[in-house]
Structures are given as C-alpha cells and as structure tokens.
C-alpha cells in the first residue's frame, strides 16, 4: 500500500511539474522590446509584444531562427542567414502588404527603423 501511495504521489508530482511547464512556455513569450542586430545601418529597437498581439503564429517570424538572444547575428556569423533576408522577405514585405490592404502597420523604410547611434 505504501509503494502504491508513493507511485501515485511521484505520478502528481510529475503531472504537477508537466502543467506548470506548459504554463510557462504558453505565457512566456518574451521581452516587450526587443533591440535588433542592424548591422551597419544601426541597431533596429523591435516592439516585439505589439507583434505578438498582431501575429497569431510565433513562425510568421521565427520560421528563420530560434527564439533567442543574438540568434540573427549568429546566423549572419555562420552564412546561414543572407544580408538583408529577413527584412526584405519578412519585415517591410509585411508591412507593405498591410499598408496596401489599407491597414494600420509599421514603418516601410530603412531609416524609420535602424537607428545610427
């Protein structure tokens, strides 16, 4: 009985451990603003929680690299991410659509994002 009692405690605190590690990943989206590799033209400060109240699907942006800090660099570093990629095919191709369709977006050109410093 005491074996069975210990089985079912390790079993709820395994199911406990479980649910809060989901918690955590669904309501753990990251940072607010996000300051972004530039490159020359000067580092890009990113509203990243307005992104993900526009953008249901965390892939639309992260489908080019993982969720974490200094991932673009990185793959800049390794000639796994392409000059320019992910602003000419994700950041101002979506904004430009947006702002096409007649709805509210963010800005289109270089210098209204990178910031020379």
Do not use: W
């Amino acid at each position: 009985m005491k074996g069975f009692r210990l089985a079912i405690l390790v079993l709820l605190v395994i199911l406990n451990g479980a649910a809060y590690a989901y918690t955590i990943q669904t309501t753990n989206k990251g940072a607010e603003e996000i300051e972004l590799y530039g490159g020359k033209s000067g580092p890009v400060p990113f509203p990243h929680k307005v992104h993900q109240q526009v953008l249901p699907d965390c892939k639309v942006c992260h489908e080019l690299f993982p969720q974490e800090a200094g991932a673009i660099e990185k793959l800049k570093a390794s000639g796994d991410l392409k000059k320019k990629q992910i602003m000419n095919k994700h950041c101002t191709k979506c904004h430009k659509k947006l702002k096409k369709e007649g709805q509210k977006t963010g800005p289109t050109t270089c210098k209204s994002c990178h910031i020379k410093k």
